[in-house]
């Protein structure tokens, strides 16, 4: 019995863990809504800088990131 559901957890699509609830994993459930998914490529990010409250650019050169942040606390960070 624990064997089938282990089985049904994991993404009929891709094999990769999913909520045993949804059909799809959430990467394949946005690729059938016609979002494309690409985590690993994406080289921008959005940062919630809650406890950093300024305004302005900062690249950190050893982590090779430039934190762009318009408003307070929130911005974006590009892998360079
Ligand atoms: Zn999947």
Redesign the pocket.
């Known amino acids: 019995m624990s064997y089938f559901l282990k089985d049904e957890i ?7 863990p ?1 909520a045993p609830l949804n059909s ?6 946005l ?1 059938t809504m016609g979002i494309p998914t690409e985590p690993k490529k994406s080289r921008v990010s959005f940062i919630l800088a809650w406890y950093d409250f300024w305004v302005g650019f900062y690249l950190d050169t050893n982590k090779r990131k430039l934190y762009i942040l318009p408003i307070p606390c929130v911005g974006i960070v590009i892998q360079l």
Do not use: E, R, S, V
Request: net charge positive; hydrophobic share 20%.
């Open positions: 994991t993404c009929p699509n891709c094999k990769k999913k799809l994993c959430g990467t394949c459930f690729a």
